[in-house]
């Protein structure tokens, strides 16, 4: 390191170590990582079928409805071709 960047280093943060230096790195701490794995088989995941049975049954009915706007939509786009 050419001395002129060591002088600013020193005036910056007192040593030159700490500014342009590999010395001043230090690794992170080990509680900020999640240690578990990935397919952890503490947490269990819903079914699909628990999923549609958790849902209110006007939601069922008001997804047809939008399913069939949809397709109305499609289907008078493509006959007015």
Do not use: K, Y
């Not at 999640?34 to 958790?54: C, G």
């Amino acid at each position: 390191m050419p001395s002129a960047r060591r002088l600013e280093g020193v005036r910056a943060c007192g040593r030159a170590a700490d500014a342009f230096e590999t010395v001043a790195w230090r690794p992170p701490s080990t509680a900020r990582f999640d240690t578990r794995v990935a397919n952890d088989p503490v947490v269990e995941e819903p079914t699909l079928q628990a999923l549609i049975a958790d849902r209110p049954g006007w939601v069922t009915v008001v997804c047809g409805g939008v399913v069939a706007a949809l397709m109305g939509a499609l289907v008078g786009g493509a006959l007015a071709l």
